[in-house]
């Protein structure tokens, strides 16, 4: 299912570094947080997707 997701994110123009797939147990608040704020972190260095909204 994810390798369609970045099929369709590739046919869409999206960068595939704008897709994140991380496998955390609900045991691991502590994990999910830090990956957040990775990916957060990651996206907004991109700067703003040249994918222009649909009105």
């Known amino acids: 299912m994810f ?3 970045q099929e369709l994110v590739k046919i869409l123009g ?3 570094v704008r897709l ?3 496998w955390i147990s609900s ?4 994990r999910f947080a830090e ?7 990651k996206v907004k260095s991109l700067g703003p997707s040249t994918l222009k909204q649909a009105a």
Do not use: M, Q, Y
């Open 14 to 16: 999206i960068d595939l």
């Open 35 to 41: 990956v957040a704020r990775e990916f957060t972190e």
């Open 3 to 5: 390798k369609s997701t």
């Open 20 to 22: 994140r797939l991380e």
């Open 27 to 30: 045991a691991e608040g502590t």
